[in-house]
């Protein structure tokens, strides 16, 4: 059975840091694309940012790129989200996503991200 | 950006009708086409992949379908289990986006 466990989430403060993980099981982790959803209360879905297989191409939508760094280890099949200079509008769920080809096939349960001060 | 113009922003149908949800593509997409139900507290759960394709565990009753860029999702026969918001995603290029949801309720 498939399995995205996210963690590392919580209440951050503007201008803050904060590292996201997704621990995966149930499946071959190094076989496979990952990335990160989010979802602001209440909102819609937003993709964040995307990594291949091998971590050796990454992606990011225009306002976190600078920002936010993914990235993985396939030894331990861990997928990180590397948050920094943290706003008010990355105030969001957090879900953690396999991405076999341009889709988003499974989901972790998510995690908060909450910037205020 | 590909935007995805998705409708109706709500729906409220009757069990057993047929219920269509579509979205409209800015520019050709092929058939990077996905489709997600999302109920409340709960991850979004993938429905329809490739335009047509129904993922693993997904009732039959559930289709895709494409015209050009116009993109539907029909559910046959509405069941009390299918109210939630429903969103398109497209992945032909980043940034994938996403359709602004549709929210489907019993009548």
């Known amino acids: 059975e498939v399995q995205l466990v996210e963690s590392g989430g919580g209440l951050v403060q503007p201008g803050r840091s904060m590292k996201l993980s997704c621990a995966a099981s149930g499946f071959t982790f190094s076989n496979y694309g990952m990335a990160w959803v989010r979802q602001a209360p209440t909102k819609g879905l937003e993709w964040v940012a995307t990594i291949s297989y091998d971590g050796s191409s990454t992606y990011y939508r225009d306002s976190v790129k600078g920002r936010f760094t993914i990235s993985r280890d396939n030894a331990k099949s861990t997928l990180y989200l590397q948050m920094n200079s943290l706003r008010s509008e990355d105030t969001a769920t957090y879900y953690c996503?396999?991405?076999?080809?341009?889709?988003?096939?499974?989901w972790g349960q998510g995690v908060m991200v909450t910037v205020s001060s | 950006d590909i935007q995805m113009t998705q409708s109706p922003a709500s729906l409220s149908a009757s069990l057993e009708e047929i219920v269509t949800i579509t979205c409209q593509a800015s520019?050709?997409?092929?058939?990077?086409l996905a489709w997600y139900q999302q109920k409340p507290g709960k991850s979004p759960q993938l429905l329809i992949y490739?335009?047509?394709s129904l993922a693993d565990g997904v009732p039959s009753r559930f289709s895709g379908s494409r015209s050009g860029t116009q993109y539907s999702l029909k559910i046959s026969r509405l069941q009390v289990e299918d109210p939630g918001i429903y969103y398109c995603?497209?992945?032909?290029?980043?940034?994938?986006?996403f359709g602004s949801g549709t929210k489907l309720e019993i009548k």
């Open positions: 520019q050709d997409i092929g058939n990077w």
């Open positions: 490739g335009a047509t």
């Open positions: 996503t396999r991405e076999p080809g341009s889709s988003f096939d499974y």
């Open positions: 995603l497209q992945g032909y290029s980043a940034p994938l986006t």
